[in-house]
Nanobody, 125 residues
Framework: QVQLRESGPGLVAPSQTLSLTCTVS??????????WIWIRQAPGKGLEWIGA???????YYSPSLRSRTSISRDTSKNQFTLQLSSVTPEDTAIYYC?????????????????WGQGTQVTVSS
């Protein structure tokens, strides 16, 4: 059973860089055909796809967040990370990591094959 767990600071100051790590157990992030995905849900809003990294290290980003987003991985630790720069209070959300064979297009967390419990990130001074 693949399990994902998000970790990182819960509070980030405006204009700083948000950095989160997703640690994967029970499966390898180099497994063929899977995408490793970051998504978020802001208060009162729907699920927003941030980006993904595939099994060979290729990256994909939301057009609206592309200029501020970087997704990378550490295969030795079986982890992948999200960095979102120049954050504002509008980036306050619960951030989730997930795994699926589809890169994007899902509107509910439950449509993903696997997902983490989520981590609250608040952008505030």
């Amino acid at each position: 059973q693949v399990q994902l767990r998000e970790s990182g600071p819960g509070l980030v100051a405006p204009s700083q860089t948000l950095s989160l790590t997703c640690t994967v157990s029970g499966g390898s992030i180099t497994s063929n055909y899977y995408y490793w995905i970051w998504i978020r849900q802001a208060p009162g809003k729907g699920l927003e796809w941030i980006g993904a990294i595939n099994y060979s290290g290729g990256t994909y980003y939301s057009p609206s967040l592309r200029s501020r987003t970087s997704i990378s991985r550490d295969t030795s630790k079986n982890q992948f990370t999200l960095q979102l720069s120049s954050v504002t209070p509008e980036d306050t959300a619960i951030y989730y990591c997930a795994r699926d064979k589809m890169r994007s297009g899902k509107t509910s967390l439950y449509e993903y094959e696997n997902w983490g419990q989520g981590t609250q990130v608040t952008v505030s001074s």
